[in-house]
């Protein structure tokens, strides 16, 4: 049974439209449970009804035609339950709803699931028998698990299908993701294609045969060369059997071979991408259809070498592609990379298929102020490519091939937005003061795009967070303890004499080493922060002494350990910091300069740190929260998952209840305490920050003259009452009600009206 959920699953994803895919899913569906009729409905929400949209047994002049309210019948039934329902004679069933032009009279026992996709239901999938019974618990569970398996495939076929229609008819598409760099974005797609799979091919025409056939015959000579190359490197380690398969790869790129049955694809029209497309994945299906393990074996060859052909087609196509003046960077993962490969000039903004907008390379666009929206539905992305693409990083909306009317209102709100800024950047020399006299020091969250951090040094009161992993990511291998100095010397000189706090080598969870590979089941909560360089004291010790000789004679250093969550850690953290500020004294014991030993701190950021805090005051200088892992942890929601995205939510109760606890704690133990985490970037999550006690925030430089526009704007007192309201707030919601009351009370709904006029756009 598992074979054939498989097969069927496999079959339908490979469908090019809806059409074809829910046909086929019909088709097999009766085969594999041996019935008389599988038809599957599929919801309307513009109409508030379910239209027939593929039957094998039912009049098939209904299909298309036949729609039945929500709340109708059976199939309303199991919409309106959302669970499965099996009757032996539905026609004596209450909700049963007798329809003529369905011709479905004959049909006695029915058994329906319906078809959900994140918490909303798609569909309705009904099969159907004539004789009276009930369908088995094991029938039941082969259509429950289908279900589940297909819907997001039905899902994905479905928005596949109505982007092309749209294409044909020049009509809008919009698609929905998770908001992460706020912003407007105007341009064309530039698809980035790291990983080829042929899931990732949208199947297109092209009219200039020849030229596709040229393509086709340059990629396959390149992989020619490649199994050349390989076969002749490793013929002296390799017996000469297993040399074999290369030959058999030979052979089958020969022109006989796969070279006809594409050159069939070639002539009726379709391009050499999708040609290969359909000839590999129809080849792959026969294979895994057989019998023999042997035969079954070889559709991974035939995947492999299909891969191989597409990577020298991509990249022969690649040659002559270049960056839209407006590009709109679309890729499956987004990395750092794949940013850095864009001159800035060009990119406008960014969209993430994978990821969501609270990972660590959502934080490198906020830090850069691109809009980015991640999470977005999985289709092929060569579905962008090139295609003019409006993003909406305030309402979490991508419009496809806009029309004219909405590009014109989008520039109009642009425009507003850009004067927006011109009115937060006029007064980035002005002191961040509140209107009743509170001094509030607004520090920056550096070291992931240094060139534009260090234009607005001057306007920071310092650095609160240098993630010095950053540069380590940048690198082949682990830096010496001298280009470690240089590098340290460079940031604390350009901040002097302000403080940078430098957090240690921070890996682990999404932020990897590619010459340092972890490999976890959840990294999130394994081996990553404080847990890595307490375990290598090698690297921890080279890092510590080179942030100490940097500091030599400018004094600003901070060190801060990461992703403490026990009293060990602290004291080996100190004790190594001892070992290493002792080595030195001995080695420069001849030289000018002095050696300072920097004030230490700890990051709050695992829940359990919250309640140690009496126990560590007396060990550190000062604490940090980082409130975007101490979200995750909280919520225990992996904030790298796009799946759980809106479940990531930095105003919730308990949030705000932690942080105002840690604030009143760290008052009360007199122990120094900022937060460099995501939410001091918001005005409304600076707003009650500040309520909290907390009177140094760091941030991406993006958002310093914002939020020091609208602490300038506001009184202290205003914001604790508007804190009072919050923390007695039982849900997210009512919090972000309160907020944007107090904001537009307070004269700035400036600020906030982007949002509303996006959504209304």
């Known amino acids: 049974m598992l074979a054939t959920l498989r097969s069927i699953a496999q079959s339908v994803s490979q469908q090019d439209n809806l059409g074809d895919a829910l046909n086929l899913f019909v088709v097999m569906v009766k085969q594999a449970m041996q019935t008389d009729c599988c038809s599957i409905y599929f919801a309307d929400y513009s109409q508030d009804n379910f239209v027939l949209m593929a039957s094998d047994g039912l009049n098939p002049e209904a299909v298309g035609q036949f ?59 009904v099969v159907q028998q004539r004789n009276t019974r009930e369908f088995s618990n094991d029938e039941e569970s082969f259509l429950i698990t289908l279900s589940a398996q297909l819907a997001s495939q039905l899902a994905h076929v479905e928005l596949q299908t109505l982007l092309k229609q749209d294409a044909t008819n020049h009509k809008t598409s919009v698609l929905k993701g998770v908001a992460s760099t706020p912003g407007i974005a105007l341009g064309k797609a530039y698809v980035v294609l790291p990983k080829l799979d042929f899931s990732s091919i949208e199947s297109t025409k092209n009219t200039n045969l020849s030229e596709q056939k040229k393509l086709f015959k340059q990629a396959v000579d390149a992989t020619r060369h490649e199994f050349h190359v390989l076969a002749n490197r490793l013929s002296l380690s390799l017996p000469k059997e297993a040399l074999a398969v290369f030959e058999v790869y030979q052979q089958l790129l020969d022109a006989r071979s796969l070279g006809q049955q594409v050159s069939k694809e070639l002539e009726l029209g379709w391009d050499a991408k999708s040609a290969l497309k359909h000839v590999i994945e129809d080849l792959v299906t026969q294979f895994e259809a057989m019998q023999d393990p042997y035969i079954k074996e070889r559709a991974v060859d035939v995947k492999d070498l299909g891969l191989r052909v597409l990577h020298h087609l991509v990249s022969t196509e690649s040659i002559t592609k270049s960056y839209h003046e407006q590009t709109i960077l679309v890729a499956e993962t987004l990395t750092p990379a794949m940013l850095a490969h864009v001159p800035k000039d060009k990119l406008v903004g960014v969209i993430s298929v994978h990821g969501s907008a609270n990972s660590h390379a959502s934080i490198l666009t906020r830090a850069m102020g691109i809009p980015a929206i991640w999470g977005i539905e999985n289709i092929p992305l060569l579905q962008f490519e090139d295609k003019p693409i409006i993003l909406d990083a305030y309402a979490g909306r991508i419009y496809v091939s806009p029309s004219k009317v909405l590009t014109q209102e989008y520039e109009a709100l642009r425009q507003k937005e850009s004067q927006l800024h011109d009115k937060f950047d006029a007064e980035h020399d002005l002191p961040p003061i509140t209107l009743d006299g509170e001094r509030i020091s607004l520090l920056l969250n550096a070291g992931l795009d240094l060139s534009s951090e260090h234009m ?25 303890q001298a280009e470690q100095e240089q590098c340290y010397r460079e940031v604390l000189s350009l901040y002097h004499p ?31 922060g404080i847990r890595v360089t307490l375990d290598h004291p090698e690297l921890f010790l080279d890092q510590l002494k080179a942030m100490i000789k940097a500091n030599a004679g400018l004094g600003n250093l901070r060190i801060m350990l990461p992703m403490i969550g026990h009293t060990e850690e602290v004291d080996e953290a100190l004790a190594l910091l001892e070992q290493a500020y002792f080595e030195l004294q001995e080695e420069w014991a001849d030289q000018f300069y002095q050696i300072d030993k920097p004030e230490i701190g700890v990051m709050i950021e695992v829940p359990s740190s919250i309640f140690l805090l009496p126990e560590w005051a007396e060990k550190v200088d000062f604490c940090s929260v980082g409130s975007n892992d101490l979200t995750q942890y909280l919520l225990a929601v992996d904030r790298a998952n796009s799946r759980v995205a809106k479940l990531f939510e930095p105003y919730h109760p308990s949030v705000l209840r932690a942080l105002n606890r840690i604030a009143t704690d760290c008052q009360a133990l007199e122990l120094p305490f900022s937060l460099c985490g995501e939410l001091g970037s918001e005005p409304e999550g600076a707003i009650l920050l500040v309520a909290m006690g907390y009177r140094r925030l760091s941030m991406n430089i993006s958002a310093l003259n914002k939020v020091k526009w609208v602490l300038r704007r506001l009184k202290v007192t205003d914001m604790e009452s508007l804190l009072e309201q919050c923390l007695s707030a039982s849900s997210a919601i009512q919090v972000h009600r309160y907020l944007r009351e107090f904001i537009i009370a307070q004269g700035l709904s400036e600020i906030i009206y982007t949002q509303s006029g996006t959504k209304n756009a």
Do not use: C
């Open 67 to 125: 729609r039945i309210g929500f709340t109708e019948g059976l199939v309303g039934l199991v919409a309106q339950r959302e669970e499965t329902i099996n009757i032996a004679q539905a026609q004596v069933h209450p909700r049963f709803k007798h329809s003529p032009e369905v011709q479905e009279e004959g049909f006695n026992a029915f058994l329906s699931v319906p078809v959900v996709h994140q918490r909303k239901v798609l569909g309705v999938i």
């Open 456 to 480: 607005s040094a001057k306007y920071s009161d310092g650095v609160g967070l240098y993630r010095t992993e950053s540069w380590f990511m940048q690198r082949g291998q682990f830096p010496s």
């Open 498 to 528: 302000e403080p940078v706090v430098m957090r240690t080598l921070d890996i682990g969870g999404d932020k990897v080493l590619d010459y340092f590979d972890i490999e976890e089941e959840n990294p999130f909560l394994g081996w990553r």
